[in-house]
């Protein structure tokens, strides 16, 4: 089984379960850190329409009536079928927030792997590349997004990253 997760290297853990970056658009974690530094695990009910998943664990919830997308992609460098899952769960993302559904988007900590499809879902609502992760790392934390390999992926197009990850050095 392939690791999807980094530890996380002196980030501290994130401070709630979830944040709102726009109206309707959350990001989360499956854990986060309470006020005495204790981790506690993030169990989603019923509070959203729609849940995306770029980790998953059992017991983690959604309620089974709540629309859950699950794609377990690693934090760390995507191949170009990762990439272009991001792109299709970003388009889901849009989709649910043009119809005024609320949408969650988590990972472990809430920090990359969601920061990375909620920038993208920013994007493709129209906002420039740069103002989509300042607002990811203003309205989550500044720890939000700070995998290089993904500011790369969204700076240069998820399009354009799939074709360049997916060429053939070789060929």
């Not at 998953?56 to 699950?70: I, K, Q, T």
């Not at 690693?74 to 970003?90: F, H, K, R, S, Y």
């Not at 849009?94 to 988007?105: C, F």
């Amino acid at each position: 089984m392939r690791r999807t997760r980094q530890k996380d290297r002196d980030r501290p853990g994130p401070q709630s379960p979830w944040d709102e970056v726009v109206p309707g658009l959350w990001m989360g974690g499956h854990y986060w850190t309470d006020p005495a530094g204790e981790l506690r695990p993030v169990v989603v009910g019923s509070e959203f329409d729609l849940v995306i998943s770029l980790y998953a664990r059992s017991g983690h919830g959604p309620d089974p009536h709540v629309e859950h997308l699950v794609a377990e992609i690693p934090d760390g460098p995507l191949t170009a079928a990762e990439l272009q899952e991001v792109q299709g769960l970003a388009r889901s993302g849009v989709a649910a927030l043009d119809r005024g559904l609320t949408t969650l988007v988590r990972c472990h900590s809430g920090y990359n792997r969601s920061g990375l499809v909620v920038a993208q879902v920013l994007v493709e609502r129209g906002l420039p590349v740069d103002e989509a992760v300042a607002l990811v790392r203003r309205r989550r934390s500044p720890w939000a997004l700070s995998n290089d390999a993904f500011t790369s992926y969204l700076s240069a197009g998820l399009d354009v990253a799939a074709l360049l990850v997916g060429l053939d050095p070789l060929g």
